[in-house]
């Protein structure tokens, strides 16, 4: 017996309520009576005493039997006075929670709800409290990296920004202006270029003897080059005639291009209205009623002669053909529109002086290349008969002539010069351009506002957190609270035998 009298009784806490019915502790219709019991608690607790225990007992909990237990403790001081001489309370307060009492000892309908209450609690309301707990845990962590994210893509934006803003030569603070700068300054940098081609006397000098000595090459090589090396960046018209004009008038750049016309726009009149469709043998149909004049079947040459058409029968008119130069337009000796650009400026000119460029350098790298090699008899015997500014020259001068070119074809076909000549072609191209940049900002702003919505939500996630944690704490409290009374309570109606529920993490 007396190990009989050791042996714990343990109970799974989600069967509790069916442990206590299965053993005939609990009635199986303890909630029809618990519903009085509440309206009675309902109502006695709005006549109560001022006391400050019994307002901490009622201050947001659930009023449960052991609960009743301590107020009739704290009611035995207050309600003193109205004890009577046979021991008895007439205070009506007093009478009301005793008969709370009473009901719920009745089929220990109080150890049903405090089971059920414990269950609850085990199974719904902590698992609930903490899922919300992790959850607003589990946002701040994930707006805290969607923070970092976005501040990190904005940063990055804005480092594309600058760096294309570098490309372009600009600082960024004003974009379409810095721009338009670059363009006026353009012709200038250009000139500059010009200057600089005359220190390619000796490349071309190089070029031009080595193709006639290799090729007996007739016709004038990097005429091009030559021109500007001699001349420097002179207007497209004296490149084009041969003589400095005597008035240059540059065009004028427009700052909105006019808009494209479309076929809607175009106005036709009253051209053909009220003609009949007809099919023309050319397999042309005129429609909407346009007349083209012509008639399927003509009776005769006489009526197609009528008609205006020549079938080749008659002699034809001898007809005058004017050759007109280009340029004639203008008076002698002023350049007008393109030919009042510079030669580097004019994009056909300037292409032919880069593609010359090009033809040079790969000469000269070639070169470079071939005189690595020239070790051999033979090779030094095909250069035996080749004029001097052949046989004098040195692998590292080539080099270096080579390093001229270079730099000049570098300083016309960067990133940077090429968005100038589209600046210049197209005025439009700037607002294209100063979109793109400006667009890049944009989405840098956004993303910085949107790290700021990150912020205050995952602020509100920790004040979610600050006022879930109490809660948590509080029911965990609770639920070991009424585990002690219902295992204590078990426990004496087995004789103390030591009773444990099993299950309970809170």
């Not at 009473?102 to 085990?122: G, K, M, Q, T």
């Amino acid at each position: 017996m007396e190990n009989i009298q050791n042996l714990p009784i343990d109970i799974q806490t989600s069967k509790l309520l069916d442990w206590l019915v299965d053993r005939r502790h609990c009635n199986l219709k303890w909630q029809n009576e618990i519903k009085v019991i509440r309206e009675k608690i309902n109502a006695a607790i709005q006549d109560m005493p001022e006391n400050e225990e019994i307002k901490q007992l009622l201050s947001g909990s659930y009023i449960h039997y052991f609960h009743c237990l301590r107020i009739v403790e704290i009611l035995k001081g207050t309600e003193a006075s109205s004890k009577n001489i046979f021991g008895r309370y007439s205070s009506q307060r007093m009478k009301d929670w005793q008969e709370i009492i009473s009901l719920y000892e009745v089929d220990n309908i109080y150890l049903a709800e405090l089971s059920s209450l414990l269950s609850r609690n085990v199974s719904y309301e902590g698992p609930a409290l903490r899922k919300q707990l992790a959850k607003a845990q589990q946002l701040q962590q994930e707006l805290s990296r969607r923070e970092v994210e976005c501040q990190s893509s904005a940063t990055d934006l804005r480092g594309r920004y600058y760096a294309a803003c570098k490309q372009y030569g600009i600082k960024g603070d004003n974009v379409p202006r810095e721009l338009q700068a670059l363009v006026k300054d353009l012709p200038a940098v250009l000139d500059e270029v010009g200057k600089d081609t005359a220190k390619l006397e000796e490349q071309i000098k190089l070029y031009t003897a080595f193709t006639d000595f290799v090729c007996e090459w007739s016709e004038s090589v990097l005429p091009m080059l030559r021109f500007v090396q001699e001349r420097g960046n002179t207007t497209f018209y004296e490149w084009r005639t041969g003589k400095v004009p005597d008035v240059v008038e540059r065009p004028v750049v427009e700052e909105e291009p006019p808009e494209a016309v479309t076929e809607d726009s175009i106005d036709w009149g009253d051209f053909g209205k009220g003609a009949e469709t007809q099919v023309v043998n050319s397999g042309i149909t005129a429609e909407d009623g346009i007349d083209w004049g012509i008639s399927l079947e003509p009776s005769s040459e006489q009526d197609a002669a009528a008609d205006g058409i020549d079938w080749g029968d008659s002699e034809p008119a001898p007809i005058e053909i004017e050759i007109v130069d280009a340029g004639t337009d203008c008076p002698e000796g002023v350049a007008r529109g393109e030919d009042a650009l510079s030669i580097l400026e004019n994009s056909q000119s300037r292409n032919q002086f880069v593609d010359e460029l090009m033809e040079l350098e790969v000469f000269l790298t070639h070169r470079v290349s071939e005189m690595g090699e020239e070790g051999d008899v033979v090779a030094m015997s095909q250069f035996q008969l080749a004029p001097s500014v052949i046989q004098h020259q040195t692998r590292e001068h080539v080099r270096e002539m080579l390093s001229v070119v270079q730099d000049l074809l570098g300083r016309l076909t960067s990133l940077r010069m090429q968005h100038l000549f589209m600046i210049q072609a197209s005025p439009r191209y700037v607002e294209r351009v100063s979109e793109v940049l400006r667009q890049k900002m944009k989405q840098a702003d956004i993303l910085v506002l949107k790290g700021v919505t990150m912020v205050e939500k995952r602020q509100e996630a920790l004040e979610e957190q600050r006022r879930l944690e109490p809660r948590v704490d509080l029911l965990a409290g609770c639920t070991r609270e009424l585990q002690k009374l219902i295992e204590a309570d078990i426990s004496k109606k087995y004789h103390k035998r030591p009773v444990n529920l099993m299950g309970v993490n809170i």
